[in-house]
């Protein structure tokens, strides 16, 4: 099996008893029932799968749905992934309640190629049938079925099934293949356990490409699994692509940990919501959806309650668009352009569908449209750039693969078209307007640094970032320092114009305190005697000996243990001339006339220089 095949996924929709499992056997000689209860009451109570080699390009998954009105949440988990619907309709019966449902199920999800099957045609005669199809013709005007294919069959006589293969494989040809570059996600549809192989999930793929022993995250519960096996249409293969119904043999996880609603995809690629910024459309039949209205939500697969809150008004009336946020009682993996059913909470009929449009949106509900009129109509280059500019540090490549579904190569030219900064070390975009603020703020930052401690050489980069940037990335002053006139010299960041000016009596007290250290050799005086003696106060003589560490022209060998350069190059000196001798601390105690208070500290100071080495009690000039 070539991936190079058109493979079409076709779902059938109508009311009960109208013949849609009795059709899909007639088309593939597959019987969709397989439960025993549907087998013992003669009804569809959930999902059933079939799968028919149309020609040798034309492949074609079936998806069965229960057409009573109990089971239509078990047909919207089924519907989501088609490519076309087969609308079943019984020519002894014509339009009932399920049929309408089903049809505005189908166009609130923006399904765009389907058919009309007039089934049981056996048991009408031919003026009943032309009065059907004149019923059927009036009742899909103005819809995407307008127009289309409408075939009269009978799954008995085998009458019309021909005709209607050759149909569907001419639609086969024109619909839009699935994008196979994206970042692939399964909706599950089914789970269960096979004997020898372990956990088994079904689904159809909506985007991307899943490859045996390719690892996979569960959402929303984020477990990862290991793809041990695929297949499709009952064929095991190494890889299944978008648009093709997909069985997986996980390995790594229990099957009595998947169900229906779970999704599959990349690990780590994409983060679960509880809540949605969308645009929806109520049907003409239905009431007015107020705010906070609570329904039922159907995403792919996925079912579960769900709170209406309005943007923008109180409330969305029968027939119109408008948007709304909805908050949803679990966590479910949603994309940007993903649909979804809302249904009423009581009783349970269908009344609006929509599109995601963020589903990670501000926590703030605005009472402005704007924003969601930009993300549902603008240009990605307009979303990427407003999704930039409201995240507080901007968002990386994989954050916004996940707040617009766009692939890495339409985001990449979406940034460039946007203007935002990008940041290609850690792939991260950037509101320049937003970074050029910053730099102004952490010159104002550093200049009132400056004016409050002129005695030190700059402030540490981590106070600058937790101040101006605190809970950023940490690439992020980097960044921000970049064009901007400061200098950052190891932790210290300053000012670059900032010069150390110091007062008359600084100058001379810093002078004093290098003598001190200066005369006294090796047999140094206490710090905190040296700077009390200096001539200025406290604070100021601490800052003029950091100074004197940081121009090297005194080195801190221990805690409160100074010395001059200038000694320390003695002591190295009279070393040099003994390379290779071993001697001991004693011995070093004569070389040098200080006591052990002193020499320890030196010859550990010299041995972390790789001056000298210690070899047990001794220690080796190198």
Same mark, same amino acid.
């Given at each position: 099996?070539?991936?190079?095949?058109?493979?079409?996924v076709?779902?059938?929709?109508?009311? $009960?008893?109208?013949?849609?499992?009795?059709?899909?056997?007639?088309?593939?000689?597959?019987?969709t029932?397989?439960?025993?209860?549907?087998k013992?009451?003669?009804?569809?109570?959930?999902?059933? /799968?079939?799968?028919?080699?149309?020609?040798?390009? $034309?492949?074609?998954?079936?998806?069965?749905?229960?057409?009573?009105?109990?089971?239509?949440?078990? #047909?919207?988990?089924?519907?989501?992934?088609?490519? $076309?619907?087969?609308?079943?309709?019984?020519?002894?019966?014509?339009?009932?309640?399920?049929?309408? *449902?089903?049809?505005?199920?189908?166009?609130?999800?923006?399904?765009?190629?389907?058919? @009309?099957?007039l089934? %049981?045609?056996?048991?009408?005669?031919?003026?009943?049938l032309?009065?059907?199809?004149?019923?059927?013709?009036? /009742?899909?005007?103005?819809? /995407?079925?307008e127009?289309?294919?409408?075939?009269? @069959?009978?799954?008995?006589?085998?009458?019309?099934?021909?005709?209607? %293969?050759?149909?569907?494989?001419?639609?086969?040809?024109?619909?839009?293949? =699935?994008?196979?570059?994206?970042?692939?996600?399964?909706?599950?549809?089914?789970?269960?356990? #096979?004997?020898?192989?372990?956990?088994v999930?079904?689904?159809?793929?909506?985007?991307?490409?899943?490859?045996?022993?390719? &690892?996979?995250?569960?959402?929303?519960?984020?477990?990862?699994?290991?793809?041990?096996?695929?297949?499709?249409?009952?064929?095991?293969?190494?890889?299944?692509?978008?648009?093709?119904?997909?069985?997986?043999?996980?390995?790594?996880?229990?099957?009595?940990?998947?169900?229906?609603? !779970?999704?599959?995809?990349?690990?780590?690629?994409?983060?679960?919501?509880?809540?949605?910024?969308?645009?929806?459309? !109520?049907?003409?039949?239905? %009431?007015?959806?107020?705010?906070?209205a609570p329904?039922? /939500?159907?995403?792919?697969?996925?079912?579960?309650?769900?709170?209406?809150r309005?943007?923008?008004?109180?409330?969305?009336?029968p027939?119109?668009?408008?948007?709304? +946020?909805?908050?949803?009682?679990?966590?479910?993996?949603?994309?940007p352009?993903?649909?979804?059913?809302?249904?009423m909470?009581?009783?349970?009929?269908?009344?609006?569908?929509?599109?995601?449009?963020?589903?990670?949106?501000?926590? =703030?509900?605005?009472g402005?449209?704007?924003?969601l009129?930009?993300?549902?109509?603008?240009?990605?280059?307009a979303?990427v750039?407003?999704?930039?500019?409201?995240?507080?540090?901007?968002?990386?490549?994989?954050?916004?693969?996940?707040?617009?579904?766009?692939?890495?190569?339409?985001? #990449?030219?979406?940034?460039? *078209?946007?203007?935002?900064?990008?940041?290609?070390?850690?792939?991260?975009?950037?509101?320049?307007?937003?970074?050029?603020?910053?730099?102004?703020?952490?010159?104002?930052?550093?200049?009132?640094?400056?004016?409050?401690?002129?005695?030190?050489?700059?402030?540490? +980069?981590?106070?600058l +970032?937790?101040?101006e940037?605190?809970?950023?990335?940490?690439?992020?002053?980097?960044?921000?320092?970049?064009?901007?006139?400061?200098?950052?010299?190891?932790?210290?960041?300053?000012?670059?114009?900032?010069?150390?000016?110091? %007062?008359g009596? *600084?100058?001379?007290?810093?002078?004093?305190i290098?003598?001190?250290?200066?005369?006294?050799?090796?047999?140094?005086?206490?710090?905190?005697?040296?700077?009390?003696?200096?001539?200025?106060?406290?604070?100021?003589?601490?800052?003029?000996?950091?100074?004197?560490?940081?121009?090297?022209?005194?080195?801190?060998?221990a805690?409160?243990?100074?010395?001059?350069?200038s000694?320390?190059?003695?002591v190295?000196? !009279?070393?040099?001339? +003994?390379?290779?001798?071993?001697f001991?601390?004693?011995?070093?105690?004569?070389?040098?006339?200080?006591?052990?208070?002193?020499?320890?500290?030196?010859? &550990?100071?010299?041995?972390?220089?790789? @001056?000298t080495?210690?070899?047990?009690d001794?220690?080796?000039?190198?």
């Open positions: 099996m070539g991936l190079s095949m058109i493979h079409a076709l779902g059938t929709a109508g009311h $009960i008893d109208h013949g849609k499992t009795a059709l899909v056997g007639a088309l593939t000689g597959i019987d029932d397989r439960l025993d209860e549907e013992r009451r003669g009804i569809s109570i959930d999902l059933g /799968f079939a799968h028919l080699k149309l020609t040798d390009e $034309i492949e074609c998954g079936f998806v069965d749905v229960p057409g009573h009105e109990r089971f239509v949440r078990n #047909m919207l988990a089924g519907v989501g992934g088609i490519d $076309i619907v087969l609308l079943v309709i019984a020519a002894d019966e014509s339009i009932k309640p399920q049929t309408r *449902e089903h049809f505005d199920i189908c166009r609130l999800l923006g399904i765009s190629h389907g058919m @009309v099957v089934t %049981k045609t056996d048991l009408v005669d031919p003026e009943i032309e009065l059907v199809k004149l019923e059927v013709e009036e /009742f899909a005007a103005g819809s /995407f079925l127009g289309a294919p409408m075939i009269a @069959v009978s799954a008995v006589t085998g009458a019309g099934i021909e005709e209607l %293969k050759s149909a569907i494989a001419a639609m086969a040809k024109t619909i839009a293949p =699935k994008d196979a570059t994206r970042h692939f996600r399964l909706p599950i549809d089914r789970a269960f356990s #096979m004997k020898g192989f372990g956990a999930v079904t689904g159809t793929l909506l985007s991307g490409a899943i490859r045996v022993e390719q &690892e996979v995250e569960v959402h929303p519960t984020g477990r990862r699994a290991r793809v041990r096996g695929i297949q499709v249409h009952g064929r095991a293969t190494g890889k299944a692509a978008a648009g093709q119904r997909t069985a997986v043999n996980l390995s790594g996880i229990e099957h009595s940990e998947l169900h229906r609603g !779970m999704t599959l995809s990349e690990p780590g690629r994409f983060e679960t919501t509880r809540l949605l910024d969308c645009v929806v459309e !109520m049907l003409p039949s239905a %009431k007015a959806l107020k705010h906070r329904v039922h /939500f159907h995403a792919g697969t996925a079912e579960m309650e769900a709170e209406v309005m943007a923008g008004g109180s409330r969305i009336e027939g119109a668009r408008g948007y709304a +946020r909805i908050a949803l009682r679990e966590r479910a993996l949603l994309l352009g993903d649909r979804f059913i809302l249904r909470f009581s009783p349970v009929v269908t009344i609006a569908g929509g599109v995601v449009l963020d589903p990670a949106p501000p926590r =703030k509900l605005a402005s449209t704007s924003r009129e930009v993300l549902e109509r603008g240009t990605a280059a979303r750039q407003l999704l930039v500019r409201e995240s507080p540090y901007g968002l990386s490549l994989e954050a916004l693969t996940a707040r617009t579904g766009l692939s890495a190569a339409e985001l #990449m030219k979406a940034i460039k *078209e946007a203007g935002v900064m990008w940041v290609e070390e850690q792939r991260w975009a950037l509101d320049r307007e937003w970074i050029e603020s910053r730099r102004a703020r952490i010159q104002s930052a550093l200049a009132a640094f400056h004016k409050q401690n002129p005695l030190l050489p700059g402030m540490s +980069r981590e106070d +970032r937790s101040r940037l605190g809970g950023s990335p940490a690439f992020l002053l980097d960044v921000a320092l970049k064009s901007a006139p400061v200098t950052a010299e190891g932790d210290l960041v300053r000012l670059t114009s900032h010069r150390l000016m110091l %007062k009596d *600084e100058e001379q007290a810093l002078g004093r290098e003598e001190a250290f200066a005369n006294a050799g090796l047999t140094v005086p206490g710090a905190r005697e040296v700077l009390g003696n200096c001539g200025v106060d406290a604070a100021r003589a601490r800052s003029l000996l950091q100074i004197l560490l940081r121009e090297k022209r005194l080195v801190k060998v805690d409160d243990l100074l010395f001059h350069p000694a320390l190059d003695a190295r000196g !009279m070393l040099g001339a +003994r390379r290779g001798a071993r001991t601390v004693p011995e070093f105690k004569d070389w040098t006339g200080v006591s052990r208070k002193y020499a320890i500290p030196l010859l &550990e100071y010299l041995d972390r220089e790789r @001056v080495r210690r070899e047990g001794a220690r080796v000039i190198l």
